[in-house]
């Protein structure tokens, strides 16, 4: 089946420093890939959709000089986490939508912990 | 904006029991309701349902769409520890493909 991959599944970084968060696509060629955060106990928020070769569309509250997102091909988005501060400490989930069958299926979430 | 809202917020139940969940959405231009899964990391896929009043089966669970009453229930019957989970409704807007609004999730515990 179609299966989504994250990288790194954990990470704990200094506040200041910026993390990169991968999410590919392993079978499937994926045109929009969406980035949610998750905080303990609470549902899913969309974050920002990322589109392949053009920019991501940011929901609103969201900054997009902090949360920079790349889309450069067709299996891969880059979540960037800019100077980041204990409350960006988070489940960051990635998501991509295999057009094929018309299914979104998640990664498998990065935690990060901003110390 | 759209609205998903699932009730329960959170249900224990032991094993064997046959528990129900609703989800009610609002949504601009409904495409898709999708319920998932999710335990320890991200959700998994459970159904996509588009139709109304037609049933989709897995197993023990089940879930049907009422779009009259802007609603979907997920049925899970015989209830066993590994149901325990939070389970999401999500609502896909046409207007922008793929785009996904959750709703708070349900907290199910299944006790043995």
């Known amino acids: 089946g179609a299966v989504v991959s994250q990288h790194p599944s954990r990470v704990i970084c200094k506040s200041g420093t910026s993390v990169k968060i991968e999410c590919r696509s392993l079978?499937?060629?994926?045109?929009?890939m969406f980035w949610y955060r998750q905080f303990p106990k609470q549902s899913l928020m969309l974050m920002a959709t990322s589109n392949e070769g053009s920019k991501a569309t940011y929901e609103q509250g969201v900054e997009k000089d902090k949360f920079l997102i790349n889309h450069a091909s067709l299996t891969l988005s880059t979540l960037t986490v800019t100077s980041a501060h204990p409350e960006d400490s988070s489940f960051y989930i990635c998501s991509a939508v295999d057009r094929r069958t018309d299914t979104q299926y998640f990664g498998p979430g990065t935690r990060l912990t901003v110390l | 904006e759209d609205k998903v809202v699932q009730s329960p917020l959170s249900l224990v139940v032991h094993e064997g029991d046959t528990v129900t969940l609703n989800c009610s959405y609002e949504?601009?231009?409904?495409?898709?309701l999708l319920w998932y899964k999710q335990e320890k990391k991200a959700p998994t896929f459970l159904f996509m349902l588009t139709s109304s009043g037609i049933e989709k089966k897995s197993g023990r669970l089940s879930s049907i769409l009422d779009k009259k009453e802007l609603s979907s229930i997920l049925n899970i019957t015989a209830t066993q520890t590994g149901d325990s989970a939070i389970y999401l409704c999500?609502?896909?807007?046409?207007?922008?493909?793929?785009?996904?609004?959750f709703g708070q999730g349900t907290i199910l515990t299944v006790h043995p």
């Open positions: 999500a609502v896909s807007d046409g207007t922008s493909y793929g785009k996904l609004t």
């Open positions: 079978d499937f060629q994926a045109t929009t």
């Open positions: 949504v601009t231009n409904f495409r898709s």
